[in-house]
């Protein structure tokens, strides 16, 4: 179907890795615990529910608990490799309760031999199928199957050209065909791919938003309540609610956001793409009707784990994906992963990468540089929650005055969903990272 095959032979060829890209040498990282918290940590307020002692790191539920010395409980570090086998090979709901009877005592490895589930490793082949072996999720982000829906979890882009005609997208198409353009060409070469949601339209319920709001909102509403996710009065609002745009703001988008991260750490994958497009977070003009006009600014960028916020320690699955974090090698291997994905973007879309001082004031209060062009530190809720390597792709400006053009000009299909050359671009660009980090790391 395409000729992206080609690609992969260009990127494994030795003669062909000296090339004006490489500008910048891979990461090959080990970073110190030190380092990991410089990254992790945006806000002081974070600083009031963790200690660090010579033996591991103490967990508070609350900055009160934090000030008196009542630990909620203590992960050591010589346990961190089981703490990490267990976060594999169980679910988080799982974890949470192992971790509320663990308090200060260690683990004991004992008890987890016959549920320890260890990776299947992959290993580079120069074969017709390479990729045989290799485990790779993709989330496309969002899930509006028109223009209707897309305005419910307010991901549409409808912008005044400068000849005064209308051009319009919406976030939630773009992610979908892109992934299924980069999971085309990765099954071709032989790796298997998990899609978080699977039909354009579906939520990652396996459905569309309307279907879940009619089959389980009120279930999913009950449940939240139940564990202290939502309060009875946010509860009371969302079952009587008919308004599809409050629900998804008040409660489906974190609900959902959840749901995917299941799948994915179901999956067991190697490595996790997220895939979204961006916008210009400081182009604020809209016309009478309310379309916005365009911008002339455009950037990539990629995030990786890091950056905990003011508000974002409260839960006990917030501070165990913390502490996982900080005990796993996943930071060095998410950067790792995202340099590659973003430097490969950025030559393929002829878009630079976001600057380290650039103009998004969002930017800096919720993101840290990690010292590699274009990936940042970001707490997102699936850079939270899904295990192991991860990109969280935000590419292009939608409202660049350019790329919305070429992004609704639709000239191509896949699998019977009318798309634009843009989008091809942008998978490729995702591609050629997905085969560069590949290559670089040989083994998995």
């Not at 500008?23 to 600083?47: C, D, F, G, T, Y």
């Not at 909620?72 to 961190?80: K, L, P, T, V």
């Amino acid at each position: 179907m395409w000729l992206w095959i080609l690609a992969f032979f260009s990127i494994i060829t030795p003669s062909q890795n000296n090339t004006k890209d490489e500008i910048q040498s891979p990461p090959a990282l080990s970073m110190s615990l030190n380092e990991k918290i410089n990254l992790s940590v945006k806000s002081p307020a974070v600083n009031y529910y963790y200690k660090l002692n010579t033996k591991g790191i103490e967990l508070y539920a609350s900055p009160s608990d934090w000030k008196i010395g009542r630990k909620e409980s203590m992960i050591y570090f010589d346990e961190s490799d089981l703490y990490n086998k267990i976060y594999y090979s169980l679910t988080i709901n799982k974890v949470i309760d192992l971790y509320s009877q663990k308090g200060e005592q260690k683990f004991n490895p004992e008890k987890f031999g016959n549920i320890i589930i260890e990776p299947e490793p992959f290993k580079l082949n120069p074969t017709s199928k390479p990729l045989k072996g290799l485990r790779v999720a993709l989330d496309p982000g969002h899930f509006a199957g028109n223009a209707i829906e897309a305005l419910d979890e307010m991901r549409i882009a409808r912008i005044v050209l400068p000849d005064k005609s209308v051009a319009e997208v919406f976030e939630a198409e773009l992610t979908f065909t892109t992934a299924l353009f980069i999971k085309d060409t990765l099954e071709k070469l032989g790796a298997t791919v998990l899609l978080t949601r699977e039909k354009h339209g579906w939520t990652a319920f396996d459905k569309s938003y309307n279907d879940w709001i009619k089959d389980d909102l009120t279930d999913a509403v009950i449940n939240d309540l139940r564990d202290g996710y939502i309060s009875q009065t946010i509860a009371n609002k969302l079952l009587i609610s008919s308004d599809k745009r409050y629900i998804y703001q008040a409660f489906f988008q974190r609900y959902e956001l959840h749901q995917r991260a299941v799948k994915i750490n179901n999956f067991r994958p190697h490595f996790t793409l997220i895939i979204h497009y961006n916008a210009d977070s400081e182009n604020r003009r809209w016309d009478a009707r309310g379309n916005q006009y365009p911008t002339k600014s455009n950037y990539n960028m990629t995030f990786v784990p890091g950056a905990y916020i003011a508000g974002e320690m409260q839960y006990k699955e917030q501070r165990l994906n913390f502490a996982r974090i900080l005990l796993s090698n996943q930071i060095e291997r998410s950067i790792e992963l995202s340099y590659f994905v973003g430097t490969r973007l950025s030559q393929k879309l002829n878009v630079p990468n976001y600057p380290e001082n650039g103009s998004q004031l969002y930017m800096h209060k919720v993101a840290n540089y990690t010292g590699f062009d274009g990936v940042y530190a970001r707490n997102l809720a699936l850079t939270r929650m899904i295990n192991g390597p991860l990109c969280y792709g935000e590419t292009l400006y939608q409202d660049n005055v350019d790329e919305i053009q070429k992004l609704a000009n639709k000239t191509i299909e896949i699998n019977g969903i009318k798309t634009s050359e843009r989008v091809r671009e942008v998978a490729l660009g995702y591609f050629d990272g997905i085969m560069a980090y590949v290559n670089y790391k040989k083994e998995l």
